[in-house]
């Protein structure tokens, strides 16, 4: 039997029109229905931005614990900032990995009576002043992976046979947008194999950018295939809010990510985007075809979904980010 693997898609066909476009979308379809996770490559990113953001990540990550404990999360009740080695949580368990979280720049939000606790997640990023670079580099980047994970929104609209705009009004303030530059450190710091544990990501979609070293895992059926690396791509994967909008036609995978051999680190970048926190996620209205084959959304009691967007982004930042939640949100967590 053949070993499975992700399939590969290049956005550079979507653009084309015409056939190709069409074989782009059945793929997408495809890929989106049985997999859940896909290599993207045509996307239009610049090699060398890609490059930059990798470069600055190493540069942050080698800073001082001191440098980078002044930008610590738990400074932010916006959730952006560094988090060290273990200092994350997938369900329950400690994931090994040092990150620096940024997320959109927007005002800071003055919260009123009555108003929904969410709205504490609006406000500014925490920045090395050791770096002054990377603000801008990180910023770019951030605004590069949005436009891609726009443009894959309004194709899986045509694909799943809706209006083209199904999904604008649920962006159209500006998607909600989170980035993790992430640092594995190698199983030498750890007798822990758990970079990630295994999860679903609860936004539209995810792209990640991966180094050289490999690490990331997707379950599929009942084995775990590494996503071994592809030069020039992003692992595309599909989060639990297409999953609830196209009531379980697309599917949203479990994946996790294993630490890296001894004496070796392992750098990547996420971005999740998702939609405009005051949204609502929409239950498409599929044709009959589609709808026959919808197998509703996965269902954990221990996670439950929301379809207002906020509470499900502030729910999983909370479970998360323990000291942060203490730290800032401790007599609204049992509102949630």
Not at 32 to 44: N, P, T
Not at 92 to 104: C, H, I, N, S, Y
Not at 184 to 197: A, F, L
Not at 282 to 294: D, N, R, S
């Amino acid at each position: 039997m053949n070993k499975p693997s992700l399939p590969q898609l290049d956005l550079s066909a979507f653009h084309a029109g015409g056939a190709q476009r069409v074989d782009f979308l059945r793929e997408l379809k495809t890929a989106a229905r049985e997999v859940g996770f896909f290599y993207l490559k045509g996307h239009g990113v610049p090699d060398s931005l890609q490059q930059q953001v990798l470069d600055v990540s190493r540069q942050f990550f080698a800073l001082p614990d001191a440098a980078k404990q002044r930008v610590a999360m738990v400074n932010s009740p916006h959730f952006r900032g560094y988090t060290r080695a273990g200092g994350e949580l997938t369900l329950g368990q400690a994931d090994w990995r040092e990150q620096f979280d940024v997320m959109r720049e927007t005002p800071l939000r003055r919260l009123h009576y009555g108003d929904q606790p969410w709205l504490r997640l609006h406000g500014p990023n925490q920045w090395p002043a050791e770096l002054p670079q990377m603000r801008d580099i990180v910023l770019r980047w951030q605004d590069s992976l949005t436009e891609v994970t726009l443009t894959l929104l309004r194709a899986f609209a045509i694909a799943l046979e809706q209006a083209e705009d199904v999904f604008d009004h649920t962006v159209a303030d500006g998607p909600f947008q989170h980035l993790k530059l992430i640092r594995y450190p190698g199983r030498d710091h750890t007798d822990s194999e758990q970079g990630v544990g295994a999860h679903k990501d609860a936004g539209y979609l995810t792209l990640v950018l991966q180094g050289d070293q490999p690490g990331l895992e997707v379950l599929l059926g009942d084995e775990w295939v590494l996503a071994t690396p592809v030069a020039g791509t992003f692992v595309v994967n599909i989060g639990e809010l297409l999953e609830l909008a196209s009531n379980g036609y697309l599917k949203a995978t479990l994946h996790r990510v294993v630490t890296p051999p001894a004496g070796i680190d392992r750098l990547s970048s996420a971005f999740f985007m998702a939609a405009q926190l005051d949204a609502n996620v929409p239950l498409l209205t599929l044709p009959a075809h589609l709808a026959a084959e919808a197998r509703g959304p996965a269902s954990d009691p221990h996670n439950p979904l929301f379809y207002q967007v906020g509470r499900n982004v502030l729910k999983g930042r909370l479970r998360s980010h323990v000291d942060v939640a203490n730290a800032h949100y401790g007599e609204l967590e049992p509102a949630l």
